[in-house]
């Protein structure tokens, strides 16, 4: 019986993600639950799990950050389009 009431509490617990000033949530941008990001921070077409913390002035574009995950400040990621369907060598 006690674990149908925890597994019960944990389905229906509150669920909070913290949003600092400025931070911009664009595309098709996914929050999981209980994440935290500070102020200035652009999201664009990504996926952010669960529990994980971004911090200031970063830019975070097509990226899959999993969850439990801290990236620092300043950070930039996912902005280059580097090309995979071939191979690129250069000399």
Known sequence: MMNFINRFMRLFRRRTVNIG???????????GCDCSFSARVIFSNS???????????SIIHCCHIGKFCSIGP??????????VEKNVTTS
Do not use: K
């Open 47 to 57: 996926i952010i799990g669960d529990y994980s913390y971004v911090n200031y002035n």
């Open 21 to 31: 000033r400025d931070v911009q949530l664009l595309g098709n941008t996914i929050i």
């Open 74 to 83: 300043n950070v930039v990621a996912g902005l280059g389009n580097h090309p």
